[in-house]
Antibody, heavy 125, light 109 residues
Framework: QVQLQQSGPGLVKPSQTLSLTCAISGDSVSSNNVTWIWIRQSPSRGLEWLGRTYYRSDWYYDYGVSVKSRIALNPDTSKNQISLQLNSVSPEDTAVYYC???????????????WGKGTTVTVSS | EIVLTQSPVTLSLSPGERATLSCRASQSISNWFLSWFQQKPGQPPRLLIYGASTRATGIPDRFSGSGSGTDFTLTISRLEPEDIAVYYCQQYRTSPLEVTFGGGTKVEI
């Protein structure tokens, strides 16, 4: 059974960097038939896709337009986890952050089948 | 950007009744990339339906999905008290890459 264990601070100051980690059990971060994504949820923005990373003989990354200039996803094969870094945060980045797994078939993304429990992050001084 | 509009925003029904939730896309999307999720307070979304009509593992058969093109429907044939939740549709487009969710329908009993 695949599980995603999230960790990271719940409070970040404005202009600083938000850092979260998603530890994977029951699957490999470099599995060839999945992608790993981060999503956030807030009352004002709803469910918002932030980015994805996946391994297909090399690592690939894609980021959402709203955060593209501030985000980085970093897979760590030694620890079987993925970290999220979001720079220069503002109160608008206050949200519940989720990591999740996307099943792919024939090279195409298919569905999101496993979610972490979520981390509530508040941006405030 | 593909916008998913869900209706109604809130659905109030009695146990045993049929619930019909709508998800309308601003442009045509492939059934392959359309999923439905259920979210209860304090929990992450839970996959119900993928590929527009395939039930995920462990999902009761009172949940069904249908539709194509721009109009998709999630039906709960006989509401149970545990079905109180917010339901989201979600689409995945590969070129250009875009993942979006609808605004949700809250089901009340």
């Amino acid at each position: 059974q695949v599980q995603l264990q999230q960790s990271g601070p719940g409070l970040v100051k404005p202009s600083q960097t938000l850092s979260l980690t998603c530890a994977i059990s029951g699957d490999s971060v470099s599995s060839n038939n999945v992608t790993w994504i981060w999503i956030r949820q807030s009352p004002s923005r709803g469910l918002e896709w932030l980015g994805r990373t996946y391994y297909r003989s090399d690592w690939y990354y894609d980021y959402g337009v709203s955060v593209k200039s501030r985000i980085a996803l970093n897979p760590d094969t030694s620890k079987n986890q993925i970290s999220l870094q979001l720079n220069s945060v503002s109160p608008e980045d206050t949200a519940v952050y989720y990591c999740a797994r996307v099943v792919t078939e024939t090279g195409k993304p298919y569905y999101i089948d496993v979610w972490g429990k979520g981390t509530t992050v508040t941006v405030s001084s | 950007e593909i916008v998913l509009t869900q209706s109604p925003v809130t659905l109030s029904l009695s146990p045993g009744e049929r619930a019909t939730l709508s998800c309308r896309a601003s442009q045509s999307i492939s059934n392959w990339f359309l999923s439905w999720f259920q979210q209860k307070p304090g929990q992450p979304p839970r996959l119900l339906i993928y590929g527009a009509s395939t039930r995920a593992t462990g999902i009761p058969d009172r949940f069904s999905g249908s539709g194509s093109g721009t109009d998709f429907t999630l039906t709960i044939s006989r509401l149970e008290p545990e079905d109180i939740a917010v339901y989201y549709c979600q689409q995945y487009r590969t070129s250009p890459l875009e993942v979006t969710f609808g605004g949700g329908t809250k089901v009340e009993i």
